[in-house]
């Protein structure tokens, strides 16, 4: 009898066990059910968030007191504060966009690198084409990450893109690969890159639209802004024989460095020059009203420098006076 009440108190804790075990599951289960109904809402609905937080256009937006070229190959003017678009022309077509493309490697450099890390300049790194703009950088040299950033927007280096390029990523093959990667991950849909600098490919291409995308992006970074915004530029470099050379760099942004001024009530704060044969001249700008409310705006495929500021500083002109 013992042996077997024992027995029966056995089963009996069993049993016992095996109800909570399928009650704790089940709580389980719901809870894994409601954990992945609430993501997946999420998910569903996260693009419309992200379009809601941009300004948004299909279609060419005419501007008041505003007429561009019409060998301007896009432009546009984007209200940040008021996500709106305020003109926009041909911002969807896809369109080689030089040394702006540095935009998007000073974003990815700043995302994924140390300032303080030391890059040794390559060989590859020196060896961009001769008519390349460069930061004047050496074989074996050393600097910071941070330096190779500065001499990659106001110069605009292609000879420090590519030595970021190999220190983000190992390789300008796989940094391309991150540069595509990322954009996609923006939105930029409607570009491909093959390299860091910009230098002329008909592989390479983006929008004026998606430069905005990448642009916008990398203002939410007060990094990014002070090194656009600098007119100057002056640090140390270390030589392969541990003597040290000073550099300055020079902002290339007219509207940076004093040699333009902007329109009254405002500030333009900083951007990206870029210029080939094929790409024509472009600028993409951020800049701020009288009340401190944020723009972007860009002009590319210009005709000349001179033609380039002429028409940015005609978009530029529109601000003060667009409703609010």
């Known amino acids: 009898m013992r042996c077997i009440d024992k027995k029966r108190r056995l089963l009996s804790i069993i049993l016992i066990i095996a109800i909570l ?17 609430t993501n997946y809402d999420t998910y569903l609905y996260e693009g419309e968030l992200f379009a809601s937080q941009l300004c948004v256009s299909d279609t060419n937006v005419p501007l008041n007191d505003f007429e561009a070229a019409s060998s301007l190959h896009a432009g546009a003017l984007f209200g940040m504060s008021q996500q709106k678009v305020f003109y926009s022309e041909q911002i969807h077509d896809r369109l080689f966009p030089a040394s702006t493309t540095k935009i998007l490697t000073l974003y990815l450099a700043l995302k994924y690198g140390t300032l303080s890390d030391i890059v040794t300049v390559s060989d590859n790194a020196v060896a961009v084409p001769s008519d ?6 050496r074989s074996g040299e050393q600097l910071t990450l941070e330096d190779l950033l500065y001499g990659l927007m106001l110069p605009s280096g292609n000879d420090s893109a590519v030595a970021i390029a190999e220190h983000i990523s190992g390789s300008v093959d796989a940094f391309v690969e991150l540069m595509n990667k990322e954009a996609n991950a923006l939105g930029a849909t409607n570009s491909h890159f093959v390299n860091p600098h910009g230098y002329h490919d008909e592989n390479h291409y983006t929008t004026a639209y998606d430069l905005y995308l990448i642009f916008n992006q990398g ?11 600098s007119a100057t530029y002056t640090t140390d470099i270390k030589e392969p024989d541990g003597s040290t050379r000073s550099v300055t760099w020079k902002q290339s942004n007219l509207f940076v460095n004093g040699t333009r001024t902007a329109p009254e009530n405002v500030t333009v704060i900083g951007g990206k020059t870029g210029t080939t044969d094929e790409a024509g001249a472009c600028l993409v ?10 723009y972007i705006s860009i002009v590319m495929g210009a005709e000349s420098k001179n033609a380039l500021y002429n028409t940015m500083d005609s978009l530029l002109s529109t601000i003060s006076g667009l409703s609010q």
């Open 219 to 229: 203002i939410l970074n007060q990094k990014f802004i002070d090194i656009i915004s």
């Open 285 to 294: 700008l951020y800049e701020q009203d009288s009340q401190s409310r944020p």
């Open 21 to 37: 075990s399928a009650g704790c599951i089940s709580k389980k289960e719901k809870l894994v059910t409601e954990y992945e109904t």
């Open 132 to 137: 390349s703009s460069v930061a004047g950088l």
